[in-house]
């Protein structure tokens, strides 16, 4: 938190510099610049009126001094006209001042002018407060500019120093984003090892007390036929506890960390094999291979197609090539299934169907193996339940 407030803290102070480089350039662009050409426009007018004067001195007839007097009454309205549109621009400090003072010397310069009297001593006169009034717009004007200069380089260093603040930001918050998914990876594994010991916990438990049962189950009944009916119904329920039991312990082992490198396991085989199982005709290309250990690869096989065939009447199985993977689909005819992959383990009464067990296992045998496990439904076509393996 300390962190992110000293980051704004600066942000504020960076922007803050950047609005003072607006106000100087603002400053300089709006008013002393335009300002010493106004002055400058306004000392040529003059110069224009000195020329103006001496032709009329020296015209040799009237005609010409006439014609020079009236050059010099457009030249004098034009340096009104000039200093009109100085008068417009913002005031610096001791400005008005100096312009009050131009005033009055062209005052004086028009009554000397009227008299037909000599003008140079007036002329020179207005000149300098019109320098003088140039100079301060001027020391102005440099002033802006070593300021702007002097937040151009502080700017340089600020933008400097906020991205190396922010790269430092960037680069802890990564560690500690690092940290926080390291540490969430270990607790899932840890609870996955918590979940293997506990499937094989559940089974022990399960099966050290049926061993006893087991034992009066299979006594002989003797020729009572309804005594015989209901122990071979408790077998056939002991079976399926059995059967539940070893689908746990298949569960706990999918989990263990394979060889490494992964062997090379042929497909057809093990695929016809769990097929034939299945009471299902598959045909496989024999060249293809999978990176996947062979005893895995049957128990993904068998319970792959144990899990989705009896749910529907038809179950096309086909392994594509797609570059460094083999897909291994399952397209049941109609509507069969919901997400076979639900996340969820399946409740009795839940409203949602759940993955089953033998899928579950199947999918941490796929992702042990680095391999991936997918369903999805298109509009118009068949839901598929796929598996992709490495390819060797």
Not at 114 to 136: M, P, T
Request: charged share 25%; with cysteine.
């Amino acid at each position: 938190m300390t962190v992110v407030v000293v980051v704004f803290i600066a942000a504020t102070a960076y922007t803050q510099l950047l609005l003072g480089s607006d106000v100087d350039a603002l400053d300089l662009a709006g008013n002393a610049a335009p300002s010493v050409a106004f002055v400058g426009e306004a000392r040529a007018e003059l110069r224009l009126l000195a020329r103006d004067a001496a032709r009329a001195e020296a015209a040799a007839t009237p005609a010409l001094a006439d014609a020079a007097r009236q050059a010099f009454a457009e030249h004098r309205r034009a340096v009104d006209a000039t200093l009109a549109e100085y008068a417009k621009t913002p005031d610096y400090p001791g400005e008005r001042a100096l312009y009050a003072i131009v005033r009055k010397d062209l005052a004086i310069l028009d009554a000397r002018m009227a008299a037909h009297g000599d003008i140079d001593k007036e002329l020179d006169a207005v000149d300098a407060s019109l320098r003088a009034l140039s100079e301060v717009n001027r020391t102005h004007l440099i002033g802006a500019e070593q300021r702007i200069a002097r937040a151009g380089r502080r700017r340089n260093v600020y933008a400097f120093l906020l991205d190396g603040v922010g790269i430092l930001v960037a680069v802890l918050a990564t560690i500690l984003s690092a940290r926080i998914v390291n540490r969430y990876v270990a607790t899932l594994r840890r609870r996955a090892r918590e979940l293997e010991h506990l499937a094989i916990q559940v089974g022990h438990d399960i099966a050290n007390p049926l061993a006893p049962i087991q034992v009066v189950m299979y006594a002989d009944p003797g020729g009572d036929p309804a005594q015989q009916k209901a122990l071979e119904r408790g077998r056939r329920s002991l079976q399926r506890i059995e059967g539940t039991i070893a689908k746990l312990s298949q569960f706990a082992r999918a989990g263990s960390a394979p060889p490494r490198p992964l062997p090379r396991t042929p497909l057809l085989p093990v695929l016809h094999a769990a097929g034939q199982a299945a009471g299902l005709e598959l045909s496989v290309d024999p060249s293809w291979q999978v990176r996947c250990p062979e005893d895995a690869l049957r128990e993904i096989c068998t319970d792959l197609l144990a899990a989705t065939s009896p749910t529907v009447d038809d179950v096309t199985v086909r392994a594509t090539s797609r570059a460094v993977r083999v897909r291994i689909c399952c397209a049941p005819d109609g509507d069969g299934l919901a997400d076979p992959f639900d996340p969820r383990l399946h409740t009795p009464g839940a409203d949602h169907p759940g993955i089953d067990l033998r899928l579950a296992t199947v999918r941490r045998y796929v992702e042990a193996c680095g391999g991936r496990v997918g369903w999805h439904r298109r509009r118009g076509q068949r839901e598929e339940l796929w598996i992709e393996l490495l390819r060797a």
